[in-house]
């Protein structure tokens, strides 16, 4: 008997998934006769302290992360449920990802006022969205659009779209569906206009290193296949040093092919007003060899220019 101490930022996203997650971990335990209970901790981070300025102008990757690991460190915490795509590249010493559970849908979405899709859009239309990765392929896309900054957590952007006037707001199809707000989506956009954030709708189950019982357990959560195209991803990220401001997106797949599986992965870097855009695809069984050889091929087209240019 055991009672794992779970640790959780006060977002509905961030509860949302903090208590899906104990469920399948309760049912896990249900199970295979494990004697855990689960209690949760909540925990108030840097990047829920500052929405209310621009997140990308403040900088500095893992805003939502730090206190959180310190808490698991020290351990007033013993887990502890990320989105994926804010994790940064780098764990602290003695911490570990001890699971990444099945991925929800990856795709980003319109989220149209009226119920209007993508094509539904009037010419200059304003569209809501924070994201350098998203504004960037939507306007490489659409070049009339006008996008402008929107902030806050999911549920305030969704007030914002009625009350500030926007035709559309776009955000991940993850977040939405997890908290139940499927309806609201109008279209969810292709990889082929919008590549998804590194890592968009997979979870990383953080714990210490050496909590063999917590890792026993995480396993039997963790998603191979899930890790498999995060791991490609994630690779991709980590060699075009993505810590800098600039629009990266990626999407890994994986296809069965004479009975072994492949990753196929997609990556995208562009300068900031999507004019441009570098796009390059490769697929292989190693999926850091399949993260490496897109990063290498997007670095050989010019990717390391915009690279350089965003730095300065
Ligand atoms: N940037 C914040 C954030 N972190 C994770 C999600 C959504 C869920 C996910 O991608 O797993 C969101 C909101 C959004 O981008 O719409």
Redesign the pocket.
Known sequence: MRNIIVGSRQST?AITQTNQTIQALREICAREDLAYTFEVKPIVTRGDRILDVTLSKVGGKGLFVKEIEEALLNGEIDLAIH????MPFDLPEGLVIGAIPLR?DPRDCLIGREGKGLADLPIGARIGTSSLRRAAQLQAHRPDLRIESIRGN?DTRLRKLDEEGFDAIL??A??LHRMGWKDRITEYLSPEVCLPAVG???LAVECRGDDKDVLALLSLLNDPDTERTVAAERRLLGLLNGGCQIPIGAFARLETSDGASVVLLQGMVSSPDGISMLKESASGSDPLRVGSDVAQALLGRGADHLLAEARE
């Not at 989105?83 to 804010?86: A, L």
Request: aromatic content about 0%; cysteine-free.
């Open positions: 996203l989105s994926m795509k804010d929800e999911i955000l991940a993850a977040g968009q709708g997979a």
